[in-house]
């Protein structure tokens, strides 16, 4: 299992076609939002190809999508090395309810991409530069207390209402604080900081949050893999036509 992989131990598992399916709706987004006119023939299939990959196609989940864009001009050209090297947040957008995943993860992806309120829209000459993860939330369970979970295992979610009456609630995903080398305290100072927070935080503060851990399911793509495995290394891009249907769907070996 590599970083860009990690199994929670029950529920859905991401797989590489999910990363494959949100690239493909991205790019044909973004690539046929440059023309006024637009062939019907042109669009996505309602079903996605990893729906194939499913046990169960009406199977729900919460997740989150993820793109991260690497501060080079193009990742085609770049080394492996840095290819895997440092990358910047983008967008990431979920949803902790159940959501059908068969849709869920192409909707996500969009917006992730285009509507979140930190970033301006990812623009189409920036995919080249991107990476994108799925994060499928499962094995939900309730804390004791707020320090009950494991940096690098789980995610947590927290809720607390101040002496006032404000209502404060946020989340991270499991692999924030591992990326981050976070403690555990480190890990809910900054939680609550992103809830919004920026008063005290003692003990009181501590024993009056509210905390449910959880695990994910995560694959994550560069869009260099994207196009070695979809596109037989071609290029995908056209920024002088819309994409042929083609060239819009993965082809699985």
Not at 191 to 219: E, H, M, P, V
Request: hydrophobic share 35%; aromatic share 8%; with cysteine.
């Amino acid at each position: 299992m590599t970083n860009d992989e990690t199994d929670a131990t029950s529920g859905p598992q991401a797989i590489p076609e999910m990363c494959h399916h949100c690239f493909d709706v991205l790019i044909d987004k973004l690539q046929n939002s440059a023309f006024t006119e637009r062939n019907s023939s042109q669009a996505v299939d309602d079903m996605p190809a990893f729906a194939d990959h499913l046990d169960d196609v009406t199977v729900q989940c919460p997740l989150f999508i993820t793109w991260d864009k690497q501060p080079h001009k193009s990742a085609l050209s770049s080394s492996r090395k840095r290819n895997h090297g440092h990358y910047e947040l983008r967008g990431c957008i979920g949803n902790l309810s159940p959501q059908l995943l068969v849709t869920a993860i192409g909707a996500y992806a969009l917006t992730s991409a285009l509507r979140d309120h930190r970033f301006e829209p990812i623009q189409l000459g920036e995919v080249a530069s991107l990476r994108v993860a799925v994060s499928l939330l499962v094995n939900y369970e309730p804390c004791k207390d707020a320090f009950d979970w494991t940096v690098g295992i789980h995610g947590i979610m927290i809720k607390f209402h101040t002496d006032s009456g404000a209502f404060y609630s946020a989340t991270f995903l499991p692999e924030v604080a591992g990326e981050r080398r976070w403690s555990v305290m480190e890990t809910l100072t900054a939680l609550i900081q992103k809830a919004g927070y920026n008063g005290i935080i003692d003990d009181q503060l501590l024993a009056s949050i509210k905390c449910t851990r959880y695990q994910s399911s995560k694959r994550r793509m560069t869009f260099r893999d994207y196009v070695k495995q979809c596109h037989q290394g071609e290029n995908p891009i056209n920024l002088t036509q819309p994409r042929s249907k083609s060239t819009q769907q993965c082809v699985h070996l």
